[in-house]
C-alpha cells in the first residue's frame, strides 16, 4: 500500500516506537491521528505533526471505540492502524505469596491482547468500507507483539500469554480479512529504548544485549518505523510475526 495520501490511527503515538512510526507516516505523506491516555504528551505531538489526537485508555473497551470512532470522523477513512499499547508485571506463577492472582493476570491480558484486538475489529470494519486500492487493498493493521511471547522469562507468565496470543492470532485474522483486501502483521522486538527502558544505564543496557547477535544494543525507535512502513508498503506482507530483535533470545532471567 502506498503510504501517500493515506491515513492512519496510531495507538501509543505519543511517544516511543509509535511516536517514530506515526513521524514516518507522516514523512511519507500520510494523514495521521494519535490515541493514548489523557495523561499523555498526545496532543502536544498531534500538534507536531498536523495531526489529531484522541485520549483514551484501551483498556476501556467502549472508550477507545468512541476515540478511534472519533479519529476516523476526523480522518474520514482509515487505512492504517498501528497498534503499540501493552505493558506487563513482574509475578511467577507460583511465588512465596502464594499462586499468581487471577486478577492481575486478566488485566495484562486485557492491556495487551483484548485490546489489541478490540481495535483491530473496529479499524476492519473503518476498513471494510474504503474503495480498494490498485492492488485490491483496503488496509494494513500492525500490532506488537514481544520476542517474549516465543521465550518468555521467569516472572513473566501473564505478559507471555499476552503477547503470544497477539501473535498467534495475526494469521487468523488475516484469513479472516483477506477477502476484503485487509492484511495484518506483527511485530515483536527485542528490548528497545523507551519508557522506562530507555533509562536504563549504558553498563546495564549492555548485559542485557550481550546474548544478541548484533548489533549488540538495544532497538531504536526509528528501527521499528521502518519495519512498519516496509509492512505497509510490501503487500506480500500478511499473516505473520516478524521479530525485530538482532537474533536476541531472552535467557530464563
Known amino acids: 500500500m502506498k503510504i501517500s495520501g493515506k491515513t492512519a490511527v496510531v495507538v501509543g503515538g505519543a511517544s516511543g516506537m509509535a511516536k517514530a512510526?506515526?513521524?514516518?507516516?507522516?514523512?511519507?505523506?500520510?494523514?495521521?491521528?494519535?490515541?493514548?491516555?489523557?495523561?499523555?504528551?498526545?496532543?502536544?505531538?498531534?500538534?507536531?505533526?498536523?495531526?489529531?489526537?484522541?485520549?483514551?485508555?484501551?483498556?476501556?473497551?467502549?472508550?477507545?471505540?468512541?476515540?478511534?470512532?472519533?479519529?476516523?470522523?476526523?480522518?474520514?477513512?482509515?487505512?492504517?492502524?498501528?497498534?503499540?499499547?501493552?505493558?506487563?508485571?513482574?509475578?511467577?506463577?507460583?511465588?512465596?505469596?502464594?499462586?499468581?492472582?487471577?486478577?492481575?493476570?486478566?488485566?495484562?491480558?486485557?492491556?495487551?491482547?483484548?485490546?489489541?484486538?478490540?481495535?483491530?475489529?473496529?479499524?476492519?470494519?473503518?476498513?471494510?468500507?474504503?474503495?480498494?486500492?490498485e492492488n485490491g487493498e483496503r488496509g494494513v493493521i500492525i500490532n506488537t507483539a514481544s520476542i517474549a511471547a516465543f521465550e518468555g522469562q521467569i516472572g513473566q507468565i501473564a505478559y507471555t500469554a499476552a503477547k503470544a496470543g497477539v501473535a498467534g492470532m495475526c494469521l487468523t485474522m488475516a484469513r479472516d480479512l483477506g477477502s476484503l483486501g485487509i492484511r495484518v502483521m506483527a511485530i515483536a522486538p527485542s528490548l528497545f529504548l523507551t519508557g522506562l527502558t530507555s533509562m536504563i544505564p549504558d553498563g546495564m543496557a549492555d548485559g542485557l544485549t550481550a546474548g544478541a547477535a548484533f548489533p549488540k544494543r538495544m532497538g531504536k525507535p526509528e528501527e521499528y518505523a521502518r519495519l512498519a512502513q516496509a509492512i505497509i508498503e510490501t503487500p506480500m506482507l500478511n499473516g505473520s510475526t516478524i521479530r525485530l530483535d538482532a537474533g536476541q533470545r531472552f535467557q530464563p532471567k
Open 21 to 133: 512510526t506515526a513521524e514516518m507516516l507522516v514523512r511519507e505523506g500520510a494523514r495521521v491521528s494519535i490515541l493514548d491516555l489523557p495523561t499523555s504528551k498526545g496532543a502536544e505531538v498531534a500538534k507536531e505533526l498536523g495531526g489529531t489526537f484522541h485520549a483514551c485508555d484501551v483498556t476501556d473497551f467502549a472508550g477507545t471505540e468512541a476515540a478511534l470512532s472519533a479519529a476516523c470522523d476526523d480522518l474520514g477513512a482509515l487505512h492504517i492502524v498501528v497498534n503499540t499499547a501493552g505493558g506487563g508485571i513482574v509475578m511467577r506463577t507460583l511465588s512465596k505469596n502464594g499462586p499468581h492472582p487471577l486478577d492481575d493476570f486478566r488485566r495484562v491480558i486485557d492491556l495487551n491482547l483484548v485490546s489489541a484486538f478490540n481495535i483491530a475489529r473496529l479499524a476492519a470494519a473503518r476498513m471494510s468500507a474504503n474503495e480498494p486500492d
